[in-house]
């Protein structure tokens, strides 16, 4: 019973903040406007899409938690890249900073891998469960600088 309390926890701190994130942008998201590079996916899979990972992103935290295995080392990456990653589309919509945005996934980027490694060394599942998050996020580089070059 204990368990899934924690679970819900867990997942509902990155899917509840990136769904506030999502709102408040709401407004700014032209990307149906912008010139779109190859392989482009349609609008409305980035809310499935982000749902997904951080629904991953919250269970492998959760195997963290439910194993005592929530350092503060843990805790602190963890927590990190969540706050860069909820930045991104402010940067990226809001401000319309789009080279600047490119620059904050690559340190988006290396924050995951970080992650990716600390949790792996823990619990290989909760690495592992972050592993499409990063896929994810290189692809969004990709779209990234594709519409800022294509853009202007």
Do not use: C
Request: aromatic share 20%; net charge positive.
């Amino acid at each position: 019973m204990k368990n899934w309390k924690l679970y819900v926890k867990t997942i509902l701190v990155p899917v509840v903040l990136g769904g506030i994130v999502g709102w408040f942008i709401s407004s700014s998201i032209m990307y149906d406007n912008l010139i779109q590079p190859p392989l482009a996916p349609p609008s409305f899979l980035f809310p499935i899409v982000w749902t997904i990972l951080y629904i991953l992103m919250g269970v492998s935290y959760g195997l963290l938690v439910q194993n005592g295995q929530d350092s503060e080392d843990i805790s602190s990456i963890y927590y990190l890249q969540l706050f860069v990653n909820l930045l991104w589309p402010l940067f990226f919509f809001v401000l319309q900073w789009r080279l600047f945005a490119f620059f904050w996934l690559l340190l988006l980027i290396g924050l995951v891998i970080v992650m990716i490694i600390r949790f792996y060394r823990n619990h290989r599942g909760a690495g592992l469960l972050q592993i499409p998050y990063l896929l994810w996020l290189f692809f969004a580089a990709y779209l990234n600088l594709s519409i800022y070059i294509l853009n202007g």
